[in-house]
């Protein structure tokens, strides 16, 4: 693809021949002479002079290094930049979604398809189900009865959207996904478990994006909310009642109990916990693996991860954190008998 | 729906015309006019005061106090009483599966299906398997060879039962659970893994609910067993020739290693995780985000959970963590001393 | 099962009667009279005498304690035997896969399908796709446009393959798992997240083995890599850039982050998190739940889990540990004024 093109779509100043072509995007240490990089960290200057990128992404400040290299492109973000060019990308290289209702597909005569949508081969789009405009179902995908699919939006195949549950426009949800089982909810009830049916829906806002085998239950008496713009990885957790403010994003395996609800902007590590009817405020960010056990109502960053060690360190430290309580004991014994000696 | 109905249906003594209607079922500071709520807790006391719900399940100690604001069904146990009122609500807002075996399913002629089985769209049930009377198999699910599905168990879509695994009655399996997968078994070799077939299966009993993308893989030798009543969530991982004992409950992301032994009415908090060969007690309750490391032969509550802080007070506390045994020396040192000196 | 054929096939000294006959493979302590089984550890020898099984695999060192109570198989490697053993086991009790495609198969007319491939009813295989000789594509499978699945690999019910995804040879993918779904990739702008396209696939060797509901993303611009023999257990999340050298094995629940490359025959425990951007040696092994947050150039056993305790215990130790640095403090003034003192 000629670097005019490039430019003439998504801006930024190009420094150098706007017919030089390349074949590839590529980090700044993987680029051979047809890609283009990116330098979006000032840490990884000293790169620039050893890159064989045909041509670079960079902010005004390192114009000059850039220069001197080869081609360059002037951007005061280079790495929203390069994210708009892995979205113009794989415009030129994917093909799109063709807009017709595969055969295979069982869809409901009730069901209501916008135009332009996708129905892939195999998916099963219940009686009521509502799919907006342009929207892509992918194969294997079920669309449960009376759901509501955006314009837009997009299911990878083997996605299971629960009944009367909605998503928003422009989504993306990968292979595997579950929204809309059955939160988990019991009474005991002599030794037994009393299933408390879960009459509640999921909602899910605009340009949301949920990974594969990611579980979303709905609500048991109201809805589980998702709001626009959140982002979350594969294999995530997030129980009945949940609330996720607005563009906030989740690494993977993480997990949200029940009624907890989420701020805006925040963001939480992998395989970090959150248990349930907790509040944590906007623009809280939690570490990796940690455990969030208290409503957090300040923004800020928080971690709660025992350090890793040797296995032989380990024990010798672990042993000890089992009587750290003695230990402050003997320490406050110790300064007592001391202060007293003084 | 009327209250006269739903006290006729439910039991419970209600205060209050049985011809009020309601429409909804809510929490008490979510209730309007038309929702019924309930008081299972009485740190919430206060609510009843404010609530605007038309009806409110409580206890007979609060029965006055409800009486005075409005309709009030007593019963001696409301949070069971609300149990019964969602399955009630579900049973008549919810259509029921019809019993018919879709023509886009693919049963194998040799399967035999009871009365009133309902098989979804493009679900899948292999030679000789075995599905009980009025059991729902949703759509896109596969039911293995020589599988056996219990009366009254419901299938949500897209869920995996393994050959020759076996379901109680009235179980109820949620979207992308696998069920009869290989445990991970294999011996070293110079330097390579050699696997060991997986020659078990998965034994569930009656009652048993199993969370969206569940797995319970099958025995290495003898079965893996889930018994009566279990209760787990969603993204659970039970790996070969565990055995969960009767009631148990495990909350999303529980992780349960090889050949492990869970008692009876055992609770296991999010994300926790239970190592391999070990046997828990009756009523062993492990707390969120927690890993058991050795058997607990005892009832009661365990926990190890590094404490969540703010990072930068996090950072100073781990690193001393690391030292935590050498300072343990320094202070037994310093307490000889100060002895000496004395 | 005769015990010559046995020795036939797989190799050992037999001490008793070729013609016994097994029904069934158990471990010493389940097994009856019907059973061969085996005696790997050392320190389960006492069950030798307490087995009733008819025949025992064992090691030249118990040759003589196994012989004088019945049959037995001396092989230098019991275990590896015993691998072996369930592995001829299970091809004689499994129907093999037949070779043919289900007629509700929706293989597109570009796929290029090997000799003796079997494709399983309503799986999906996309145009472009390319299956190895002898290959098993289970039901509800999804095999994406160009994807290539190498000779007698074998995908069970519901795998999903992403677009120009590769698998190696002898490799087995089980139910649920997602290959090539997007890596989570966004630029920040303006308090939302631009998506970064994943313009990468996934690349996994030969005698790959990967648990069910498991998912390996596709790389951001070049490929996620799986070298030959690994094997993953359930429910492990494998981000975008990965390298996971040869013959490493995870249990389940793991997490890996972005770009970190773990080197070959490494060990990850249960529920382990390994964040991104870091490079473990070969033969490094994580301990089960452990969170690691630093590079680890050596081989090694490494470990960091708070310790598990009754929660009264826990709760107090774990107030100390957020006062850590304070009592470090304290301890070094108390050092301080006693050297003084002294």
Redesign the interface.
């Given at each position: 693809m000629r670097l005019g093109d490039l430019v003439a779509e998504l801006g930024g100043e190009l420094l150098g021949s706007p017919d030089q072509t390349i074949r590839?995007?590529?980090?700044l240490d993987?680029a051979d002479s047809g890609c283009i990089s990116f330098l979006a960290n000032p840490k990884y200057k000293a790169q620039l002079q050893t890159t064989r990128a045909a041509c670079v992404i960079v902010a005004p400040a390192v114009k000059d290094e850039a220069a001197a290299r080869g081609a360059a492109i002037v951007t005061p973000?280079p790495?929203?930049y390069?994210?708009?060019l892995?979205?113009w990308?794989?415009r030129r290289?994917?093909?799109a979604a063709t807009a017709v209702v595969?055969p295979?597909a069982?869809v409901d005569a009730s069901a209501v398809l916008g135009a332009g949508v996708s129905v892939?081969?195999?998916a099963?789009i219940e009686a009521g189900a509502v799919v907006g405009e342009g929207a892509v179902i992918?194969?294997?995908c079920?669309v449960?009865?009376n759901a509501r699919i955006g314009a837009g939006t997009r299911l990878?195949?083997?996605v299971?959207i629960?009944?009367d549950c909605v998503l928003g426009a422009r989504c993306?949800v990968?292979?595997?996904a579950?929204i809309g089982?059955?939160g988990?909810?019991?009474?005991p009830?002599q030794?037994?478990?009393?299933?408390?049916?879960?009459?509640g829906a999921v909602h899910i806002g605009d340009?949301v994006?949920i990974?594969?085998?990611t579980?979303i239950?709905r609500g048991?008496?109201?809805d589980t909310v998702i709001e626009q713009?959140v982002?979350l990885?594969?294999?995530i957790?997030i129980?009945h009642n949940v609330r996720i403010g607005e563009?906030s994003?989740m690494?993977?395996?993480v997990?949200v109990?029940g009624s907890t609800v989420i701020g805006k902007?925040c963001t939480v590590?992998?395989?970090a916990?959150i248990?349930g009817h907790l509040e944590l405020a906007d623009r809280v960010h939690i570490?990796?693996?940690?455990?969030?056990?208290?409503s957090l109502n300040q923004a800020?960053?928080?971690?709660?991860?025992?350090?890793?060690?040797?296995?032989?360190?380990?024990?010798?430290?672990?042993?000890?954190?089992?009587?750290?309580?003695k230990?402050?004991e003997?320490?406050r014994a110790?300064?007592k008998?001391?202060n007293k000696?003084?």
């Open positions: 590839q995007i590529a980090s993987a973000d790495y929203l390069f994210a708009r892995t979205q990308w794989a290289v994917r093909p595969h295979g069982v892939g081969p195999l099963v992918g194969p294997h079920v449960g009865r990878s195949a083997r299971t629960g009944f993306i990968h292979s595997g579950v089982a059955d988990f909810g019991f009474a009830h030794g037994r478990w009393e299933k408390i049916e879960q009459l340009d994006e990974g594969a085998n579980c239950d048991a008496l109201s713009g982002k990885d594969n294999l957790q129980a563009h994003a690494a993977a395996n997990g109990a902007h590590g992998g395989a916990n248990i570490s990796v693996a940690t455990t969030v056990t208290r800020g960053h928080y971690t709660g991860v025992f350090p890793l060690d040797t296995h032989a360190d380990w024990e010798k430290n672990a042993a000890t954190v089992k009587n750290l309580a230990l402050r003997r320490l110790l300064e008998a001391c000696n003084e």
